[in-house]
């Protein structure tokens, strides 16, 4: 089972920043916190990913809190493309690589 | 540009019928991945491959196997396929990092209908 939980939706306006809250209360030292999103009737997409430290990239900002249980993934001007399914993931990684994916949060980028 | 691709965008089959789902990528990764995603499920993990012709279960892999003869190439076989194995399947790959970090590529996607 998942062990993030997200809001199920959540609406942003277009070249507004969007905020992308992710609850991981279960976390332990050495796990990750992945974000990846879905554009319709494509795969996922890696996004970003943290373990202590804010980071950031061209797509995203991503926001760690200093208790580690929670995060937010920010879109600074989020554009029309950016709606899609958003899936934080939080995973010690290891040899193996598995994710377990959540429903994620839909985020809809209104005009 | 890294890529995976999967063979078929669209498949359609009986039941009953044999099904290969193929997979490549070209990016030297060790791990890779079959998921299936159904509406309001998510993505769920059928199998997973580390390395050449090793495997492991993921959380539904009941109904399906997997080959896995060459590094850049994973695939998924449904045996006897049946209605409820209609699905989207997602094929991915992934390497980890020196800091113990990974990132998953995935593939386009297979839309395999069963009739």
């Known amino acids: 089972d998942a062990k993030t939980t997200q809001p199920t939706s959540m609406d942003c306006a277009e070249g507004r920043a969007a905020n992308l809250p992710c609850n991981h209360s279960?976390?332990?030292?050495?796990?990750?916190v992945y974000w990846y999103r879905q554009i319709h009737s494509q795969g996922p997409q890696y996004i970003i990913h943290?373990?202590?430290n804010n980071e950031t990239n061209e797509m995203a900002s991503l926001i760690i809190t200093e208790d580690r249980k929670s995060s937010t993934l920010i879109l600074p001007h989020a554009t029309l493309r950016d709606t899609a399914v958003y899936y934080c993931?939080?995973?010690?990684?290891?040899?193996?690589?598995?994710?377990?994916f959540g429903t994620g949060t839909l985020l809809a980028v209104q005009p | 540009d890294v890529k995976v691709t999967q063979s078929s965008r669209y498949l359609v089959k009986r039941t009953g019928e044999k099904v290969f789902l193929e997979c490549v990528q070209d990016?030297?990764?060790?791990?890779m991945f079959w998921y299936r995603q159904d509406p309001g499920l998510g993505l769920r993990l059928i199998y997973f491959?580390?390395?050449?012709?090793?495997?492991e279960k993921g959380d539904i892999p009941e109904g399906y196997s997997v080959s896995r003869e060459k590094k850049e190439r994973f695939s998924l076989i449904l045996e006897s396929a049946s209605t409820n194995q209609t699905s989207m399947y997602l094929c991915?790959?992934?390497?980890?990092?020196?800091?113990?970090?990974?990132?998953?590529?995935f593939g386009p996607g297979t839309r395999l209908t069963v009739t």
């Open positions: 943290g373990l202590k």
């Open positions: 491959s580390y390395d050449v012709k090793m495997k």
């Open positions: 991915a790959s992934s390497s980890t990092a020196r800091d113990g970090s990974y990132e998953q590529y």
């Open positions: 990016m030297d990764h060790e791990n």
């Open positions: 993931i939080q995973d010690y990684g290891g040899a193996t690589n598995k994710l377990i």
């Open positions: 279960t976390i332990s030292g050495n796990e990750y």
